[in-house]
């Protein structure tokens, strides 16, 4: 059974943190991918990774960096986190970004006090 | 920027009723994906469109992608209350996935 793994369901953190979402893949995919998801927004892309050490920005990067050193796993750092990247992230993967599914994690829920 | 619009936002019904939910772009897609995602769930694959003008069956629900591969449709007949979830259709950009903005869906018993 194929599977995407996120560290964390929930997450309280104090703003100005700094903030690690977790992201695992054992389905040997070159693609992974950050979003948020927030009410009548839709996912929004974060940032995303076709190869191992290779990153590109998405629609949203700004107060968010990632990193990929292995082809598993994919982490999404909130530099310094604050009250408005409260929202459900949401970490998927795929074998090619064209007409293959993409495999989404549980998502992890935080709140920014 | 590709964008990929919803309609409607919400749609509350009764068991037994059919819908459709639409996925509207200016943007011209390789393929569109339907996804369904439940309450503290990531979301699930339906189905992928690829042929303008292709028409898919799930059972009770009919995906079809727009002649010009602009804009999709979703049609549930004869609603159950296990189709509540929110639907989300996916477009194929450059190296990622381009998603709409949803439709929460209630079927009530």
């Known amino acids: 059974d194929v599977k995407v793994t996120q560290s964390s369901r929930y997450l309280v953190k104090r703003t100005g943190e700094k903030v690690f979402l977790e992201c695992v893949q054992d389905?040997?995919?070159?693609?992974m991918f950050w979003y948020r998801q927030d009410p009548g927004l839709g996912l929004r892309l974060i940032y995303f990774s076709y190869d191992v050490k290779m990153k590109e920005k998405g629609d949203i990067p700004e107060g968010y960096s990632v990193s990929r050193e292995k082809k598993e796993r994919f982490s999404l750092i909130l530099e310094s986190a604050s009250t408005n990247q409260t929202s459900m992230y949401l970490c998927?993967?795929?074998?090619?970004?064209?007409?293959?599914?993409?495999?989404f994690g549980q998502g992890t829920r935080l709140t920014v006090v | 920027t590709q964008l990929l619009e919803q309609s409607p936002q919400f749609l509350s019904i009764q068991e037994g009723e059919n819908l459709t939910v639409y996925c509207n772009s200016s943007?011209?897609?390789?393929?569109l994906q339907w996804y369904r995602q439940e309450p503290g769930e990531g979301p699930v694959l339906l189905v992928t469109?690829?042929?303008?003008?292709e028409v898919k069956k799930l059972k009770r629900l009919t995906f079809q992608f727009g002649d010009a591969r602009k804009d999709s449709s979703l049609h549930i007949t004869a609603a159950q209350p296990g189709d509540t979830g929110l639907y989300l259709c996916?477009?194929?950009?450059?190296?990622?996935?381009?998603f709409g903005t949803g439709t929460r869906l209630k079927v009530l018993a």
């Open positions: 943007s011209v897609f390789s393929s």
């Open positions: 389905m040997d995919h070159e693609n």
């Open positions: 469109v690829v042929t303008g003008g």
């Open positions: 998927a993967s795929s074998f090619s970004y064209m007409n293959t599914e993409a495999f």
């Open positions: 996916a477009g194929a950009g450059t190296y990622k996935y381009i």
